[in-house]
């Protein structure tokens, strides 16, 4: 408890009340110092004429001397608080009443003095107190011995050594007394304040500490209920996050968890799609190797040339699930270049055209056929063609077409590529970028790994482009995406 944020802000408020209480008491104690010295100089502001005119210090326009020594014992002994000193027009200071021993100064400012006899003097004013080198006091002064023929000047300290003597030591205590309950009243109201202002905000901590705990210990699996508190504020805003960040956590691994289950079907099925190839191709090789002798040159080309066709197929089986691992896990990042797509269009019917003849197909091309350089990966874009192009021709016989179509868009072309083949019927059009599907499709009689429109798809999405198929029993199936010029 002693570590919770709660405690540690209760703490830290307090400890700031104390110190701005401390602070204050030093303000206050320094801001009645100077009111003080600027109601005692105000009040003794004739003093020292009233010194000269009441012990009569001048006679006949001449100070007395003899007056200004029974003054200044008088005063020794009378009233300690103040001290008497006689300067010269220059500052230089020519007797005093204080004890020889303690004053150090032979000189004080005449600034002060001058600033004190002005009509307009704003009090306090403060002059060189001779007993220290680096103190200044509230005065009072007068020319003597008159104002219009001066020959120097009464100088009158008026809180004098004993005087600051016991006034500190007051001040002192005082100042420990108010600074005392200064400290303990805010350390009182630190403590209400922190419970009062506090515990609702770290309530709210507490209970989203809590939901996270619970969030954490489920595996990050199960969305937390977290409890949003409506309003603007960090805390708010910190709840929403949490949220949000909760539930993209929790989708991202429902994904992952539907990505592993959907491999480990992938892998189980493909190992199927491996197997059989790898069976039959064992199968002619150890025929091969058996009956080498009994043999004619006729079976023995036949089984060499069955057994070739099958280690085909299984090479092209273990390319394209190579190839979708890569594509899957993006280590393939495309490299774009700028590039012909009608040439790359071209390019790849001539590839398909053999075969297409062969089975009676014709492959063509349509729509705009002038356009702009695309921005692209074009090995990965030829894949691509080759991928739709194939699996068109694996669903179509004698009499059909295959129609690659360009459209230019704004910015962009549409691409096309439609069969008047078999069709796909509209229950399993969302399927058919599944490799689950692909691998377990019964038409498709085994000869392909069904990993070929799942690639498509892939390559697609590198380029930032989805693929969309339409398609009707019968009339043939229709391959639609679009690419930035």
């Known amino acids: 408890m002693k570590h919770s944020l709660y405690t540690r802000l209760a703490i830290t408020l307090a400890f700031s009340l104390g110190l701005v209480g401390l602070v204050y008491a030093l303000f206050m104690t320094t801001t009645v110092q100077k009111r ?13 004429k009233t010194l000269v005119a009441e012990r009569n210090l001048v006679r006949e326009n001449e100070l007395d001397d003899d007056a200004l020594k029974r003054l200044f014992q008088a005063y020794m002994n009378v009233n300690p608080s103040i001290e008497i000193y006689l300067i010269d027009l220059e500052g230089k200071i020519l007797s005093y009443s204080a004890d020889p021993g303690r004053v150090q100064r032979t000189f004080v400012s005449l600034q002060p003095v001058k600033s004190f006899l002005k009509e307009d003097a704003m009090f306090p004013v403060l002059g060189d107190d001779p007993r220290a080198l680096d103190r200044q006091k509230v005065f009072s002064v007068t020319p003597i011995p008159s104002a219009t023929h001066p020959s120097g000047y009464l100088y009158v300290i008026l809180r004098g050594e004993q005087y600051d003597a016991v006034e500190q030591l007051a001040r002192d205590q005082e100042l420990l007394r108010l600074s005392a309950w200064v400290v303990g009243i805010a350390l009182l109201v630190g403590f209400i304040v922190g419970l009062l202002v506090f515990y609702p905000i770290t309530k709210r901590l507490r209970r989203l500490s809590k939901q996270v705990d619970v969030f954490r ?46 491999r480990r079907d992938l892998f189980a099925a493909l190992s199927h799609d491996l197997r059989t190839p790898l069976a039959t191709l064992h199968g002619y090789l150890e025929t091969l190797q058996i009956k080498a002798n009994a043999l004619q040159a006729e079976q023995r080309d036949e089984y060499t040339t069955r057994a070739i066709q099958f280690s085909n197929r299984l090479k092209d089986l273990v390319d394209e699930l190579f190839e979708m691992a890569k594509l899957d896990t993006f280590q393939v990042a495309p490299n774009k270049e700028a590039f012909s ?74 691409v096309a590529v439609a069969d008047t083949g078999c069709g796909i019927a509209a229950s399993e059009l969302d399927k058919i970028f599944d490799p689950l599907y692909q691998v377990n499709n019964a ?36 391959f639609t995406f679009s690419l930035p010029l």
């Open 36 to 48: 003080s010295q600027y109601t005692e100089q105000t009040l003794n502001r004739d003093l020292a």
């Open 217 to 262: 210990k489920s595996d990050f699996k199960n969305q937390p209920s977290l409890r949003i508190t409506q309003g603007s504020d960090e805390l708010s805003q910190l709840e929403s996050n949490i949220s949000l960040m909760a539930q993209q956590i929790t989708q991202q691994f429902a994904q992952i968890s539907a990505q592993d289950a959907q």
């Open 341 to 414: 797509l009608p040439e790359l269009v071209q390019d790849v019917l001539q590839q398909f055209e053999p075969h297409a003849k062969h089975i009676g197909v014709q492959l063509k091309m349509a729509g705009d056929t002038e356009l702009a350089l695309l921005d692209g990966d074009i090995g990965l874009m030829q894949r691509v063609f080759e991928n739709l192009v194939g699996n068109a021709l694996r669903h179509v016989q004698e009499g059909d077409d295959i129609t690659i179509t360009l459209k230019a868009l704004t910015g962009g072309v549409e």
């Open 443 to 478: 038409h498709r009689g085994g000869q392909h790994s069904g990993l070929g429109l799942a690639i498509v798809r892939r390559i697609l999405e590198l380029h930032h482009s989805q693929v969309l198929v339409t398609s009707e029993e019968g009339s043939g199936t229709t």
